[in-house]
């Protein structure tokens, strides 16, 4: 989550009016979408297998993200990937539960549309109050 909350909050201390924030937090979480959309496979094959051969596959974590998608579906797991996981993390789960690239595609720029406005939102209407406490 504090990843995702780092786009509203430099686009507001760099000045950037609200909207430019929004697109450029959707932009920052669809490129990492993208890229693990389309080269995720090649990556899983090629990198994570020979980094993590020796890992646990039934770890708790791994257990969590089982829950997550029985529970919720596709879904469920793009609207809570801002909150819990990195867009990369959720990208992967939901490449790893066989969901289609269209699919991802689609409910991850939903997600990132969703909560990039009500981050950019909150913290554009609390950034004025909360600087001027830091500032007294």
Do not use: D
């Not at 090649?42 to 974590?61: D, N, P």
């Not at 609390?126 to 007294?136: D, Q």
């Amino acid at each position: 989550m504090l990843k995702f909350i780092f786009g509203p909050t430099l686009g507001y201390a760099g000045g950037f009016s609200l909207l430019s924030t929004i697109v450029i937090t959707i932009t920052g979480m669809m490129s990492s979408v993208l890229l693990f959309t389309f080269l995720g496979k090649l990556l899983r094959e090629k990198l994570l297998v020979k980094l993590f051969a020796r890992r646990k596959k039934f770890t708790r974590r791994n257990r969590q993200f089982v829950v997550i998608w029985k529970k919720y579906g596709l879904p469920g797991v793009a609207f809570l990937t801002p909150l819990l996981l990195t867009p990369i993390g959720g990208t992967i789960l939901l490449a790893s539960f066989g969901s289609s690239k269209r699919e991802i595609i689609i409910s991850m720029f939903l997600s990132a549309a969703f909560w990039s406005t009500v981050f950019s939102v909150l913290i554009y209407t609390l950034g004025p109050e909360v600087i001027s406490v830091f500032k007294s």
